[in-house]
Each structure stands twice: as structure tokens, then as C-alpha cells.
């Protein structure tokens, strides 16, 4: 079956410990992306990647880390997470190429993290 | 830069009733239009799309018809059902391949 995991679903943690929320697709995407969900703020994208070896932040990367050395994994690090970073994440891919801008975008199922 | 507005929520209806909810955006270019639904407790799904203005995506009952002239992409539906009772959000993919967002709509559905 075609899809984003996410892992893990829910994390409770406390401020300044390093956590990291893996993301694996298995379709084969060429670009992958990280945003959060916040109330009333819809989403926001994190970080991206166009392909292997290749990220750029998006519109609030700040406090955040990612790596592509694969094709089918995204990473998020929190190195020394904070309260305010408490929100829901997502990650998401889509094929770069053929389409263009209709692609559809396939989300993971979400990471509820809190930071005490 | 690029932007969506949509319609604030919640929206609550009853059963059976005519859905809108309004969706604008502002673009350079030709963008690409989409409505993302969101269940409770789960991720971000394709509901509907339109490539090009006069456009109209549909999908369970849903519609929305790409306006240029207006630039809006409304999402429709004749008849809705507790079932649909969800998050939705409106987006564009502009020409950078940047997906932008909507804040989301909140739909509630009573019996």
C-alpha cells in the first residue's frame, strides 16, 4: 500500500531533549516536506527537500533539522526542543516531475508532540 | 507573495443542508487548486483539484469550480451528512511548487 509513516504518533517530552520524528514514504517521491499544525494558523511548512542531499527551509524552520540521504526518508530533529514547538506535525511527499503543479500531496498520519 | 483565505470556522449545519465554504487566493501565474479534507485524528487527504480556471473538481459529492475572473475556488455540496464533519483547508501550488494553505475550516454536521 502506497503511503507516509510517521513515527512516533504521539511524544511527550521535556524541554531541551533531543527528539527526532522519522518520516518514510514508499512511493518512490522525489520531494518530501515537513509542516505543523497549529490552531487558527492552518499549515506551515517546516522544512523540504526536492530530492536526496538536497533540503530548504520553508516558512518556520527555526529550532528545526532535517536530512535526505535517502529517497524515501525525512527526518525532523528537534535538537533542543522547546514549549512553543509543542503542535501537530506532518509529513508529506509528492513526485517532483510529472504533473507538475497538480500533484497530489500524501500526508503521513501526524505526530502529536508535546513539550512540557 | 502568494496567499489563500478562506472562510473562518466552525460551520455548523444540520443534515441534509446546502454546504459552502468560500476560498480565495492571490497568485502570480497560473496556479493549481486544491481541497485537502481532514478527518478526526488523521492526516491531510486530497479531496478535489483544478489545474486550470474554469476548471471544476468534484469527489463525493463535493464540488469547486476554478475562478479566475474571481479568484476563488469555492467548495460545494448539495447535501451534507454527520459524516463530513471534518477540517477543510483550501491550497494552491504556485509556480515554484509551493504548496500554500488555507487556516482550515472546521465543519460540524448535527444530526
Known amino acids: 500500500e502506497a503511503q507516509v509513516t510517521q513515527n512516533p504518533r504521539y511524544l511527550i517530552t521535556v524541554t531541551g531533549k533531543k527528539l527526532t520524528v522519522t518520516c518514510s514514504q514508499n512511493?518512490?517521491?522525489?520531494?518530501m516536506s515537513w509542516y505543523r499544525q497549529d490552531p487558527g494558523l492552518g499549515l506551515r511548512q517546516i522544512y523540504y527537500?526536492?530530492?536526496?542531499?538536497?533540503?530548504d527551509k520553508g516558512d518556520v524552520p527555526e529550532g528545526y533539522k532535517v536530512s535526505r540521504k535517502e529517497k524515501r526518508n525525512f527526518p525532523l530533529i528537534l535538537e533542543s526542543p522547546s514549549p512553543n514547538q509543542t503542535s501537530l506535525y506532518f509529513c508529506?511527499?509528492?513526485?517532483?516531475?510529472?504533473?507538475?503543479?497538480?500533484?497530489?500531496?500524501?500526508f503521513g498520519p501526524g505526530t502529536r508532540l508535546t513539550v512540557l | 507573495g502568494d496567499s489563500v483565505t478562506q472562510m473562518e470556522g466552525p460551520v455548523t449545519l444540520s443534515e441534509e443542508a446546502f454546504l459552502t465554504i468560500n476560498c480565495t487566493y492571490t497568485a502570480t501565474g497560473y496556479p493549481s487548486l486544491f481541497w485537502y479534507v481532514q478527518y478526526p485524528g488523521e492526516g491531510l487527504q486530497l479531496l478535489l483539484k483544478a489545474t486550470k480556471a474554469d476548471d471544476k473538481g468534484s469527489n463525493k459529492g463535493f464540488e469547486a469550480t476554478y475562478r479566475k475572473e474571481t479568484t476563488s475556488f469555492h467548495l460545494e455540496k448539495g447535501s451534507v451528512q454527520v459524516s463530513d464533519s471534518a477540517v477543510y483547508f483550501c491550497a494552491l501550488s504556485n509556480s515554484n511548487y509551493q504548496l500554500i494553505w488555507g487556516a482550515g475550516t472546521k465543519l460540524i454536521i448535527k444530526p
Open positions: 508529506a511527499s509528492r513526485p517532483r516531475l510529472a504533473g507538475g503543479r497538480g500533484n497530489e500531496q500524501f
Open positions: 527537500s526536492m530530492n536526496v542531499e538536497v533540503t
Open positions: 512511493m518512490n517521491h522525489e520531494y
